[in-house]
């Protein structure tokens, strides 16, 4: 079982980029995107179940989007308007949950490594 992001670097403030988190292994029913930024505790961003329906911290509502493509796998995270204050490593997790989300790390039962996202003022 694996979990593979990508699609971090170094961006502009108010740029966009979309990160990418693969699957492999197994079928997942849920997705998140999590962050920590260094001095930081890792932090929930967002998160989308296999219905679809989606749940975001405040800070990236209306920024971010999270989305699936069930075919491939793969979840998204595409992120706009960004800020110095997005400026950490992202990170994937899968559950077997369907349809329940959470926000807790404990909820996550897979993580993939991390991609760097920076944004430069």
């Known amino acids: 079982v694996q979990l593979q992001a990508s699609g971090g670097g170094l961006v502009q403030a108010g740029g966009s980029l979309r990160l990418s988190c693969a699957a492999s292994?197994?079928?997942?029913?849920?997705f998140s995107w999590f962050r920590q930024a260094p001095g930081k505790e890792r932090e929930f961003v967002a998160a989308?179940?296999?219905?679809?329906?989606?749940t975001y911290t405040n800070s990236a509502k209306g920024r971010f989007a999270i989305s699936r493509d069930k075919a491939k796998k793969t979840v998204y995270l595409q992120m706009n308007s960004l800020t110095p204050e997005d400026t950490a490593e992202y990170s994937c997790?899968?559950?077997?949950?369907?349809?329940?989300?959470?926000?807790?790390?404990?909820?996550?039962?897979?993580w993939g490594q991390g991609t760097q996202v920076t944004v430069s003022s």
């Open positions: 989308i179940n296999w219905n679809g329906a989606t």
């Open positions: 997790a899968a559950t077997s949950s369907l349809y329940e989300l959470g926000a807790a790390e404990n909820w996550w039962d897979y």
């Open positions: 292994g197994r079928s997942f029913g849920s």
